[in-house]
Each structure stands twice: as C-alpha cells, then as structure tokens.
C-alpha cells in the first residue's frame, strides 16, 4: 500500500472516529444543567436555581443535598418551566444545619422518554453572612472576628499559634488540614448561630469533624484572657479529634474537657474556688458521674468542668503524658469508664478520685474513704445480715 494510499486510509478512520465520538458527546449532552445557583441568608434560607436543557420534553427533576459530614440526605421534586428553569428554597429556620457546613448538591433530570442524568456535585459553604467577617491566616490557622481592629485579629491568630504548639505536645498531629476560628462579639451572637444550627452552648464550641472552632471574646481589656482560655480550649478539641478520629465521642466527658482545660493557656481562676467550696461542703461530683455529659445546671456544669480540669491535671502529673495517651487510647478502644482506667493506670477509677481529692484538695482522708468505701461497707453489712435474718426468721418460726 502507497503512502497516499495509507494516509487516505488513516484519515478515513480518524474521521469515523470523530463521528463517533461527537454523536456519543451529543448523546450524553442530550440532557445538560446549567446556570446553577445557591445563595442563603443565614439562619432563615438556602436559595437553589438551576436550568435544564433537554432535547425531549422533561418528566422530573431532583435537587439532592446534604451537609457532607451527616447522612440525612433532602431530595426535593422540583417543577421546571416552559424554559426548563426550577427553583427550591429551603427553610433553614424549621430545618436546621450546622453553622459552617460544607453542603454538597446536584440535580438528577428524567426526561418522558425515560432518559436520565445526574449532574456533577456543587458545593455551598453555610457561612454565618450575617456579619462582616475580617480575616487572617497562618498555615493552616484561619482566623475571622466581626469586631475589633487588625491588633485583635492579629493577637487571637498569635494565641491559636502559641496555643497548637502547646496541645501538639500532648496530641503529636501534624496540621495538614485547615482550622477556622470565628469570634462573635458577644455570647448572645454565638449563642443564636448556635442555636440557628441545632446546637447550644455559651462562651465557645468546636465542630472537630468540621475543623471550626467557635467562641465569643469582647474586643477589649479582657480580650487577651478570654483568648488565652477560649481559643486553646477549643483547639484541644480539634486536635484530639484528629488524633483518635470517629473514637473521640468514645471518650468520658471529664476526659475530653478535662483534656482540653489543661490546654488552656490561662487557668480559670474560679475553677479553684469552686472546687475549694464543693469540698468544704462535702458536695463534689464524684468523677464516676463526670463519665456522662455535664450536668444542665449552670453551676454544677461549671462545678464538673473545675473538677475535671483538676482531675486530668492529677494524672498528667502522677502519670505523665504518656500515660494520659494510654488512657485516651484505651477509652477510644471501646472500654468502658472504669475499665479504661483500670487498664491504663492499673487503679480504679474510685481509688484516683479519692486519692486525687486527698492530694490536690486536702481533703479529709478518713472523710475520702468513707464516701468512697461506703457503698461496699452497705453491700458487705447485707451480706453479713442475711445468715442472722435468717436464723431469726427461723427461730421464730420454731418458737410459734
């Protein structure tokens, strides 16, 4: 064969291929989405638009989302007009999501002949665009506040530096993933975003699988304080996260906020003086109680958070850091309260408490083994009882 020969040939074949392949884009473009839009105000609703085109009449079409970090996926019917334009707004005020989700969305089309399409994925963060963020990165380290001037965003981002360095000692997890702090003004800023998310809380909050740490700090002459307490605190969360993954919810709740107490840069000073009290008056939580979420009372809630503070405190310093790592491990492998303890640290859980209430507190050492023996000495007095109940029982019956 001659070389006009093979060339005419060669371009015979490559034309047939393109035939190919343009009617097989054409086939696939025989249904296309196109213009999509998201937009939302915050709190109240998530606007969705989109336009279909379709080379046959439409018989349906579905807007499907979800926040990438739940399972609950919302397929919503939507009615396309004469243009193939549809639209969805969804009620963010009686259907809530977490502040700062990321939302994944795509369109599936049907049309009468029965030919379908899926659209490839949009993602919408749900910000907070009530405020006016102002915003200033290091690394992986993003920091946004809605008030105060360049110093106070400056010196929240040097505590969140300082304050990673300090944690990554305790959880050694390299920061491969980007960490957002926001700062609100005011616990009632914070409180509402929360709350427009389902969730509630006060001065602060972290969101571990969403890498966001929230917490609210006045600009001003406190500001230093609350940001040496608040941002390192929540950090902890976080990091502790990254290190154990899904586990962490495995975790005693006196762990994990004890854990992210002691990360604090700044001690809370009334920590010491509610647990100085408690004691005097013989009202401490026991530690085994502190496994399950605080309590909804304020001031016990603040009484538990001093407690486990100090508690976690006792072991890191009797244990080091390491054992405070086999005791997160343990707990993360699926052992219970007591039993990660006493695999860990080889104590019970009820020794530690009384012996950290000795040693930290000054308690009383007949009064810390009395509470903690107590429930023993009452189920060994019963056992002790039943064989003279018994021979009472019978000698009565004799005597009848």
Not at 336 to 351: F, I, Q
Not at 356 to 384: C, K, M
Request: glycine share 6%; hydrophobic share 45%.
């Amino acid at each position: 064969m001659g070389n006009k020969m093979r060339a005419l040939v060669n371009l015979l074949l490559l034309s047939a291929l393109l035939f190919g392949v343009a009617e097989q884009v054409k086939a696939q473009e025989s249904i296309v989405v196109t213009d999509v839009r998201v937009g939302h105000d915050f709190g109240e609703e998530i606007r969705f638009s989109a336009r279909v085109e379709a080379d046959n009449p439409i018989k349906e079409v579905l807007l499907i989302f979800r926040d990438v970090n739940e399972e609950n996926t919302r397929v919503i019917l939507l009615d396309a007009d004469d243009e193939g334009r549809v639209s969805y707004t969804y009620d963010a005020s009686e259907h809530l999501l977490r502040p700062f989700a990321k939302i994944s969305l795509w369109f599936k089309v049907t049309l009468d002949n029965g030919e379908s399409e899926t659209s490839k994925k949009y993602a919408m963060i749900y910000d907070d665009n009530r405020f006016d963020w102002e915003m200033r990165e290091e690394g992986m380290l993003r920091v946004y506040w809605d008030s105060g001037d360049e110093a106070f965003g400056l010196a929240a981002l040097d505590v969140a530096r300082s304050g990673l360095k300090e944690i990554q000692t305790l959880f050694p997890v390299p920061l491969d993933e980007p960490i957002d702090i926001y700062i609100y003004a005011s616990s009632v800023d914070l409180q509402n975003a929360l709350f427009m998310g389902g969730e509630t809380w006060v001065g602060g909050h972290a969101s571990p699988a969403l890498g966001i740490v929230f917490v609210a700090i006045a600009p001003g002459t406190q500001e230093q304080i609350f940001m040496q307490q608040k941002i390192p605190h929540e950090l902890a969360h976080i990091l502790l996260y990254r290190y154990i993954g899904e586990n962490y919810n495995r975790l005693p709740t006196w762990l994990l906020e004890g854990t992210a107490s002691i990360a604090e840069q700044y001690a809370n000073p009334e920590y010491e003086l509610a647990l100085k009290r408690a004691e005097e008056s013989n009202s401490l939580i026991p530690i085994a109680e502190l496994c399950a979420p605080f309590p909804r009372d304020a001031s016990q809630a603040f009484l538990a958070y001093a407690e486990s503070e100090s508690f976690t405190r006792y072991l890191q310093n009797n244990y080091g850091t390491s054992g405070l790592d086999d005791l997160i491990t343990a707990y993360a492998d699926g052992l219970s309260c007591e039993k990660g303890v006493m695999n860990a640290l080889d104590n019970s859980l009820t020794y530690l408490d009384a012996n950290w209430q000795e040693s930290v507190l000054g308690a009383n050492p007949l009064g810390v083994a009395w509470r903690s023996l107590s429930p023993y000495v009452l189920l060994f007095a019963i056992v002790l009882a039943m064989p003279l109940l018994t021979g009472i029982s019978a000698l009565i019956k004799r005597r009848e």
